[in-house]
């Protein structure tokens, strides 16, 4: 490109030369073919330029295109390397969340532990002091020493409850364990232990034997021997570990407790004055239950399907005095029914029908309103008690406030006449469907037999007119009397 520029800034001058003096041939000539030598050298030049540069382009498209790939990539990984941070920071807080957590539950723990360890002593006798008790005062312990880790203070609460939990199930059914005691003389004697129930009995090497009761001041525990053939007999339990105990220490307060505990008569007077009704109510439905269960069952026995076919052919061959005479040999309540409408119809065979069917439906009928009487009133009367029970207690609190067990003997009274007439308003529901039931099936089963019997009449007998006469049944005067039951089917 220089040439090229000194090549024309030549051929400029020397045309304005030639402006000024006229130069010859020869000389423009040579210079026009060295002005066509810098051009042809400059475009060569020119060229070669293109060609070089042509040739550094293509690589470095191709540096800039991996470039490119490589920064994507890279913005690939950083947003992979967001995400994972931010995921990892939400993990984090998740992780001290659950660790904050787990901290308090530990604490709770430890709490609960200690608390056990320190009310263990009061929750049991003073004799098995000497058999858990040092597991007991290392748990204690283990909560004060603050040199200790949570891992070592959670192993000597665990190592405790390990031995209370073996100790629990070695004092089922009793326990013996070696131990010292002090006896009357004041002397600290070795021995052996045996903890019954809440009965701790001690029996020293020397033969000294009685129960153990706690001192004051002192963690060993006392011995009050018994006399003759007692202490014998607690020498013999302690040392063998089997025989029977020959006192009671409660003092008949166990049993007293156990009778009153499982006692309905001690429920019973304990529910107040309320409770003579809801048993009278109970009684009552007892008896109307028995009763209709003991019908349901005599009419059960007393069915009698062949009576009831046979009456249905003797009426499809026309003998309708042939049926009356085999249904009355029956006792079925259907058979019955149908032979009262037969006797009867030449007066109205339907309402002949509708009222041997009122008349066997009023027998299943009966009890029925007694159950449903009971079952509506026993919770009335139970919540009768409840309020009277309730009144009572209040009555008490705003007076005598130093009688806590007459304010609970209130609320006892008003709970107990609940449950009471509650319990007998559902044990009277169930007999009371089922009654129900059965009578729909009855009348159910005597529509039926009446449907067929008119179509019979109807088609063969064809005797039968409906009348006019007032429907039978109370207060109809001669109607009445006009179909007035044959004594063949009496009530049972």
């Known amino acids: ?33 060295s002005a066509d030598q810098e051009l042809a050298k400059s475009i060569d030049q020119l060229n070669k330029l293109r060609e070089q540069i042509a040739g550094e382009k293509l690589p470095l498209a191709q540096d800039l295109t991996a470039s490119e790939e490589k920064v994507t990539q890279l913005r690939h990984e950083s947003e992979r390397v967001t995400r994972l941070v931010d995921a990892g920071n939400l993990e984090i807080a998740t992780l001290k969340s659950e660790m904050k957590a787990r901290q308090e539950e530990l604490a709770y723990l430890g709490n609960l532990l200690d608390e056990y360890a320190r009310t263990f002593e009061s929750k049991v006798n003073i004799s098995e002091l000497q058999y858990c008790g040092a597991a007991a005062d290392s748990a204690k312990q283990a909560t ?45 004697a070795d021995g052996q232990f045996a903890i019954i129930g809440p009965v701790a009995l001690f029996c020293a090497k020397t033969g000294i034997a009685g129960l153990v009761v706690a001192q004051s001041g002192s963690t060993k525990p006392l011995i009050r021997p018994l006399e003759g053939a007692m202490q014998a007999g607690l020498a013999a339990l302690v040392q063998g570990g089997e025989g029977t105990l020959p006192l009671d220490p409660s003092r008949g307060g166990a049993l007293k407790a156990l009778v009153q505990q499982t006692s309905l008569y001690h429920i019973f007077e304990n529910g107040g004055p309320i409770m003579w009704p809801l048993l009278i109510a109970a009684i009552v439905a007892l008896g109307t239950v028995i009763e209709r269960v003991m019908f349901l069952i005599n009419e059960r026995r007393r069915r009698d399907p062949k009576a009831l076919a046979a009456l249905f052919t003797a009426l499809e061959e026309d003998d309708s005095e042939g049926a009356i005479r085999g249904a009355k040999e029956s006792k079925d309540f259907v058979v019955r029914a149908l032979l009262y409408a037969l006797e009867h119809r030449e007066e109205s065979l339907p309402n002949a029908l509708t009222y041997a069917q009122a008349r066997e439906l009023k027998r299943f ?128």
């Open 144 to 188: 004060e020493n603050t040199t200790l880790s949570m891992t070592e203070r959670f192993s000597r609460q665990l190592a405790f409850v390990d031995v209370s939990l073996k100790r629990l199930f070695e004092v089922i059914g009793g326990m013996r364990f070696p131990g010292v005691a002090v006896d009357p003389q004041g002397a600290v």
């Open 1 to 33: 490109m220089n040439a090229l520029v000194g090549t024309l800034c030549t051929l400029g001058l020397a045309f304005g030369d030639g402006i000024q003096q006229p130069a010859a041939d020869g000389t423009m000539n040579q210079l026009s073919r």
């Open 365 to 492: 009928q009966r009890g029925i309103p007694v159950l449903d009487t009971v079952i509506t009133l026993a919770p009335l009367l139970g919540l009768l008690g409840t309020v009277t029970g309730m009144m009572g207690s209040f009555k008490l609190i705003g007076g005598e406030l130093n009688a806590p067990g007459a304010i609970t003997g209130g609320i006892a009274e008003a709970l107990i006449a609940t449950a009471f007439g509650l319990g007998i308003a559902i044990t009277s529901l169930l007999p009371f469907n089922f009654l129900n039931a059965r009578m729909d099936d009855a009348r159910h089963e005597m529509e039926s037999a009446a449907n067929q019997l008119e179509i019979l009449m109807q088609t063969h007998g064809g005797a039968f007119v409906p009348s006019s006469r007032p429907r039978p049944g109370p207060g109809t005067g001669k109607a009445r009397k006009e179909l007035e039951p044959v004594t063949a089917g009496e009530e049972s």
